[in-house]
């Protein structure tokens, strides 16, 4: 063949290889993708430029040919640095050196056209080869400018090839020293025929492929090698026992774990197959080639916990050409989860079952069982809170613990049990199952001691014998927590059963809560006056009670929804509604020199901002706030004391007149007097009623009085009854009055008829 166009050819279709190379690369979703393809392209031009010198017989062609080799090139080197550039992760230190270099190539491509008009670069002759005629080029000072210029190139591009091959680990080197001596080879083969001026120039065939070898190592090259070991590495340090066996099924290689399991060395792989046979069994292990399974074993008196799991690797034909077995110890992860799911069914304190858990057992219990009938026992440690204040919480923790053991001591293995709140606890068991005269016993003197300390607990039961065993666990518990709730403070009665009467009440409590919202925007809920008098019997103000008048039940005794309303937080809605109430009969009486106590509720200094809300409706009537009068218990003083202590002298400051309601009728009544900043003190009859020695009583009650006004309290003696106790207490200083004596609780229709016309 010609040679000629042997060369021809193999310049077309390198040209068309790098083409295919540059589309490929320009796809890629890598980031050396488009940096090659740059590459690849640049290099297409002075190999284009090559077939037109060296296949052409024209003169014209052949100086074409080149002014695309001598240009192309000054694009090949630039791109080429690019490309070693983003393929060894560096970047320009100074950018003044990146502006550099792409203005002197961009002024040798203007000087290598410009040579078409000042013919200053280079010139060409004609010579023969082969018997056939070539044209090869006469180089001028600027072309060998232009030489030097793409030699310091190609020099920079071989140093950063030579710096990555000797500074990186030896498995990536040898990628970086095959482009280095491709490069190489290259140059020298391009300088060879600048010094041998031979016109069959073929140099450009070693760009080409320097391209494509590049093209390989960027995109589809995979070190194979330092991948096996990386998996050799990563295998030798995973936590698991790893064995890879041959299609013998001969152990070829075991990590230091898998080793140390079975309790060999290196030399002694043959022994591995004999000594994982206790891993395997038939229950653990099937037939297929690939499984995985979990196996228990047991070391001494301790359980080990292996997961086992095979895998088998297959060549082209389905043959078996090697295997691998992975064995992770769970044992420490299983005593944690072991661990973590008693810790979440069980108490901390107690060790009994939580709440959910014990809920979970007693529906379980129900479905195996739905035949049978069962007690479920609300047990309440009453007065716990008072318990922790005086002995301290680690006699409250000593109290729940010895509960609890009480529980394991007497509970049936056919009920469960478990703690369901603070100081609460919760019992299922089959009805008559426990022996009740026997805990009415224990009950009944049950105390708990620890060291020193010695304190008889009270505990109440409240008990729902299961009718519905389809009813909600949870609605059960309410049921037995009514029952418990029925004995209040009784000291004697410890045990109280559900019954259809506590159904009865909770449904009709649960009717009047529904029905508040509508009873006070009709006004069914109205305030009703109980007059307050002087020394003189004159009627100085009174007191503004709530009553309820129901369009279907009728009038409503407060007693059967003011407890209610306390338990339930909607005292708080009920007590607003009438200190507006009380403000719009304040308003009314503008001309009247009269004043209105109005309660204030425990539960409203949870529910409600009693400070903003009292004197907002002061402000919004514009009435004198002395003539709103602010009544409290010492039931209010149980908690938070300072902040309660500073609201009452805020609400004096602001000219409110502050009451304490029903002293006496406590057991720290004089404790309060001492701490509270109270104007006015309700002394309540009740504290007369029943007294043994009546003249101790009234002597108590005397003191009391005198007491006050020494501390500049005024004294109210709410109850009276009849001429003579107001006679008395009169006789002893007091102030007010407020009774039946005087004139019962009326609708205020009545009040004004009887008092203010």
């Not at 002075?46 to 062609?61: A, E």
């Not at 203007?110 to 200053?120: D, E, G, K, P, Y």
């Not at 529906?363 to 049978?372: A, C, R």
């Not at 369009?551 to 306390?566: H, N």
Request: proline share 3%; aromatic share 12%; charged share 25%.
């Amino acid at each position: 063949m010609n040679i000629r166009l042997a060369f021809s050819i193999i310049f077309v279709l390198l040209s068309i290889a790098l083409m295919i190379c540059a589309f490929v690369a320009y796809r890629s979703k890598k980031d050396i993708g488009k940096p090659l393809c740059n590459m690849l392209v640049a290099i297409i031009p002075p190999i284009v430029g090559n077939f037109l010198i060296v296949g052409s017989t024209s003169k014209t062609l052949a100086t074409v040919g080149c002014y695309l080799y001598y240009v192309g090139i000054d694009f090949t080197v630039f791109q080429a640095l690019r490309f070693a550039m983003s393929y060894c992760k560096l970047t320009y230190k100074n950018e003044k050196l990146r502006l550099l270099i792409l203005s002197l190539l961009g002024i040798d491509v203007i000087q290598i056209l410009a040579n078409t008009v000042f013919h200053h670069c280079f010139g060409m002759e004609e010579t023969e080869l082969y018997g056939s005629v070539y044209y090869r080029m006469i180089p001028y000072l600027p072309q060998n400018l232009h030489r030097v210029l793409v030699y310091l190139l190609l020099a920079g591009i071989l140093g950063i090839y030579l710096n990555k091959m000797f500074f990186s680990p030896r498995m990536h080197s040898w990628r970086y020293a095959t482009i280095f001596f491709t490069l190489l080879g290259v140059i020298t083969w391009c300088t060879f025929y600048v010094i041998s001026r031979t016109p069959l120039d073929r140099s450009m065939i070693g760009y080409g492929v320097f391209g494509l070898l590049t093209f390989y190592f960027s995109l589809y090259y995979k070190p194979t090698r330092l991948i096996d070991r990386l998996l050799l590495d990563i295998s030798s340090e995973l936590p698991d026992a790893i064995y890879f066996f041959n299609d013998n099924d001969e152990c070829i290689w075991a990590n230091k774990k898998g080793l140390n399991l079975l309790g060999i060395n290196e030399g002694e792989l043959e022994n591995v197959r004999k000594k994982l046979e206790p891993f395997f069994s038939s229950e653990n292990v099937n037939n297929n080639d690939n499984w995985s399974s979990c196996l228990i074993m047991n070391d001494n008196d301790d359980k080990k916990y292996y997961s086992l799991e095979r895998r088998v690797i297959r060549d082209n034909k389905g043959r078996v050409g090697a295997s691998f077995l992975n064995i992770r110890d769970d044992t420490e992860m299983q005593i944690n989860l072991h661990r973590e799911s008693y810790n979440a069914r069980h108490d901390n304190l107690t060790d009994l079952y939580t709440k959910d858990h014990l809920y979970e057992r007693i529906e379980e219990l129900l479905e195996k069982n739905p035949d049978q009938k069962y007690s479920l026992v609300f047990m309440n440690i009453c007065n716990f809170k008072l318990i922790n204040d005086i002995f301290g919480k680690d006699f409250g923790d000593e109290v729940l613990k010895q509960v609890a053991s009480l529980l394991r001591k007497y509970v049936p293995h056919t009920g469960v049990y478990g703690r369901i709140g603070g100081d609460t606890f919760g019992v299922f068991v089959p009805k008559g199952a426990i022996d009740m005269e026997l805990v009415k016993k224990l009950l009944s003197g049950y105390e708990v001691s620890n060291g020193d300390m010695t304190y008889k607990v009270q505990i109440h039961l409240g008990i729902y014998e299961t009718e519905n065993q389809r009813m909600d666990v949870s609605s059960m518990f309410d049921r037995a927590r009514i029952a418990e709730a029925s004995i209040d403070n009784n000291f004697t009665n410890h045990i109280a059963y559900y019954g259809e009467d506590m159904r009865k009440k909770m449904l009709w409590e649960q009717e009047i809560s529904s029905e508040l919202k509508r009873a006070l925007e009709e006004k069914q809920i109205r305030p009703y006056l109980q007059p307050l008098v002087d020394t003189e019997g004159k009627i100085v103000g009174a007191e503004a009670l709530v009553r309820w008048i129901h369009p279907d039940r009728g009038f409503l005794s407060p007693a059967s929804f003011i407890p209610l309303f306390e338990r339930n937080g909607m005292i708080a809605e009920l007590d607003k509604y009438m200190w507006r109430c009380a403000c719009e009969l304040l308003d009314k009486w503008k001309d009247r020199d009269l004043f209105i106590s109005v309660n204030i509720s425990p539960k409203d200094f949870y529910f409600t901002d009693v400070y903003k809300d009292i004197s907002s409706l002061v402000k919004e009537y514009n009435i004198k706030p002395s003539r709103l009068r602010i009544e409290i218990t010492e039931s209010v003083m149980i908690s938070d004391v300072e902040n309660k202590i500073e609201l009452v002298r805020n609400l004096q400051k602001d000219g409110f007149i502050v009451e304490m309601d029903d002293f006496g009728s406590g057991y720290s009544s004089l404790n309060m007097l001492k701490n509270m900043p109270i104007d006015v003190i309700k002394i309540d009859m009740a504290f007369l009623q029943n007294a043994k020695d009546v003249k101790r009583t009234k002597s108590i009650l005397r003191s009391i009085i005198n007491m006050s006004e020494d501390l500049g309290i005024v004294p109210l003696t709410e109850g009276v009854e009849t001429k003579e106790q107001y006679e008395a207490l009169l006789s002893m200083g007091c102030k007010m009055f407020q009774g039946y004596y005087f004139a019962k609780p009326m609708p205020v229709e009545e009040f004004e008829n009887d008092y203010l016309k």
